[in-house]
């Protein structure tokens, strides 16, 4: 067993007792750090950052050397595999992502290609392969993607959207259009995931930021359905690799996400830890699940919140310590050293 697979985050995937909780943060590397923004001012731009594979591997380490994480997660975005189709991908400061050329019709679905994950997005496997030589040995790196249903909404939207209105038009009025669409990006997401594994990926993350904004029946019906088709595909080819999966706002599907066969389970705070453990036994591990608005209080603050998190989980294998969701650009590093502290301790 390598170091890493027997690393305090490898362990609590597999629901193994650990000394104590493993902690890391998504997007633990980002604006909140003085050396990312320099970074990032180097590169000119995110998507310059994001598709330079020793700027990647820089920042993705930040976090790891500063605070000590106990995973490092790839530094990336959920819209490359989009921007590797070809429609276009922008980033406007203040205003997110937007692409030139969104999906529409059933014919722009028809035309969409295939990317070959380590020719078309081959950047972000060098940044792989960098990281992972870059890593202490005992450090698990975390590849990810986003879920077909989120990466949709911004292909059809053309944008981030307050209320997804033109992709869920798609999904009702265009079913056997969406499901083509669903399929397609499942079917190249898991390409893109498995190189990242062969790469040097320890574990996977699927992001599915906009699953919350579905009926329960479109939920199913599409983003569940997409995600379930990525984790069997990922079942067949890197079966050792563990996955897990994230839904924000996705509280009210959880049974059904832990059934899909996946390792361990993203929670937003909008979930008491303890309920949700009572909700899946001990049929997947949870992460989280820390509101991030306590990032910005004071250290008594994030102490107390953070144990009520600690408390709320129990003392039962298989709880890796996260937010409930990004670590938001307006947080001092040093409340982040306060977190850190309070779980190891």
Known sequence: MSDRSDSLFMKALRREPTERRPIWLMRQAGRYLPEYRATRARAGSFLKLAGNPELACEVTLQPIERYGFDASILFSDILILPHAMGLGL?????????????????ADIDRLPTPDPNDDTGYVMEAVRLIRASLPAGTPLIGFAGSPWTVATYMIEGRSSKDFATAKKL???????????????????????IAQVEAGADALMIFDSWGGALSPTLYRDYSLASQQRIVDRLGSACHD????????????????????????????????????????GDRVALQGNLDPAVMLTSP??????????????????????????????????????????????
């Open 241 to 280: 690799t563990p996955i897990i999966l994230f839904g924000k706002g996705c509280g009210q599907h959880l049974e059904l996400l832990a059934d899909t066969g996946c390792d361990g389970l993203g929670v937003d705070w909008t979930l008491d830890m303890g309920e949700a453990r009572l909700r899946v």
């Open 90 to 106: 922008g980033f406007e400061p203040g205003e997110g992502p937007w692409f030139e050329r969104p999906i529409r019709t059933p």
């Open 171 to 193: 999904l009702l009025g265009e079913p056997a259009a969406a499901r083509q669409l669903m399929n397609h990006l499942a079917d190249t997401t898991a390409d893109y995931l």
């Open 300 to 345: 008594e603050i994030i102490q107390r919140e953070a144990r009520r998190v600690l408390d709320s989980f129990g003392d039962a294998p298989g709880h890796i310590f996260n937010l409930g969701h990004g670590i938001t650009p307006g947080v001092p590093p040093e409340h982040v050293q306060v977190l850190v502290e309070t779980v190891r301790s």
